[in-house]
């Protein structure tokens, strides 16, 4: 017994206790805590805590708010303990049916969830034609300025959606109008159900995005058409054709993931 007790002494790591402590704090309150609530809930000096905070902070695991300076936990220990399995069901649900509405519309489709705050592709197929956009697997792109992250932050709960956009580079950017005009594209997205806009990285192409499993919890993944502008007219797909077949391909694969809206 006595050998137990001096290996758990051992093998104390007092500063990653008191990280665990600040995470398992924050867990257990609904409301963000100011530095001096966290330091009076473990009963330690908030001096003791500052520097603890500032490193789970700039780790992107808390999130402090600029107005009242009090701590909350981000969704990145969700994200950590779920994003593998969920990638796996979702390319494991989605790829048969991206293949088939691929060879209807003549046109690539790539699956997009968000992560690290950017749109991370995890599955694509490609288009039936010789020439096609590609797409990669693994690819990152920005967030605020895509069609799949528009998607994507459109059909996220608010908090998850002010988290991302706090961090996002691009949106910081804009002026306070600017920022107005996009939150208010999110909310003309939410409200078609869709996004349809011309790429953000290249010439002659049109991307159309809509959300896969948009529950009340929130959105769990973006398909992406991105339409090649062609003048091959046995090639052409009417923009309307296109949008039916990513619904019919969404409801596949909800359908695949057991999700029941």
């Known amino acids: 017994m006595s050998n137990k007790k001096d290996n758990q002494v051992k093998y104390k790591a007092p500063a990653l206790e008191k990280g665990?402590?600040?995470?398992?704090?924050?867990?257990?309150?609904?409301?963000?805590?100011?530095?001096?609530?966290?330091?009076?809930?473990?009963?330690k000096s908030p001096n003791e805590l500052y520097r603890m905070l500032a490193s789970l902070e700039s780790r992107g695991y808390i999130h402090r708010d600029l107005i009242s300076s009090k701590y909350s936990l981000t969704l990145k220990l969700y994200y950590l303990s779920h994003n593998h399995s969920l990638?796996?069901?979702?390319?494991?649900?989605?790829?048969?049916?991206?293949?088939?509405?691929?060879?209807?519309?003549?046109?690539?489709?790539?699956?997009?969830?968000i992560y690290d705050n950017k749109v991370l592709v995890i599955a694509y197929s490609k288009s039936p034609t010789p020439i096609a956009v590609m797409i990669g697997?693994?690819?990152?792109?920005?967030?605020?300025?895509?069609a799949s992250g528009k998607v994507l932050?459109?059909?996220?709960?608010?908090?998850?959606?002010?988290?991302?956009?706090?961090?996002?580079?691009?949106?910081?950017?804009?002026?306070?109008k600017e920022k107005e005009k996009y939150l208010q594209e999110l909310k003309s997205i939410y409200s078609k159900g869709y996004c349809e806009m011309?790429?953000?990285?290249?010439?002659?192409?049109?991307?159309?995005?809509?959300?896969?499993g948009n529950t009340p919890r929130g959105v769990l993944a973006s398909l992406t058409v991105s339409k090649l502008v062609t003048l091959k007219p046995e090639d052409k797909v009417t923009d309307q054709e296109i949008i039916e077949q990513m619904k019919i391909c969404k409801e596949k694969i909800e359908a695949n993931l057991g999700i029941n809206l």
């Not at 002659?204 to 896969?212: D, E, L, Q, T, Y």
Request: net charge negative.
């Open 198 to 212: 011309p790429s953000s990285y290249a010439q002659g192409v049109v991307n159309f995005s809509i959300p896969i």
């Open 20 to 43: 665990l402590d600040i995470l398992e704090f924050l867990a257990l309150h609904s409301t963000p805590q100011s530095q001096a609530e966290i330091a009076i809930g473990l009963e």
């Open 153 to 176: 932050l459109a059909f996220s709960n608010s908090e998850e959606r002010e988290y991302a956009l706090d961090y996002d580079p691009e949106y910081k950017n804009l002026d306070q």
């Open 87 to 113: 990638v796996d069901k979702l390319r494991t649900a989605a790829l048969q049916p991206m293949r088939d509405a691929s060879l209807i519309i003549k046109q690539p489709c790539h699956l997009s969830v």
């Open 137 to 146: 697997e693994g690819n990152l792109y920005a967030l605020s300025p895509t």
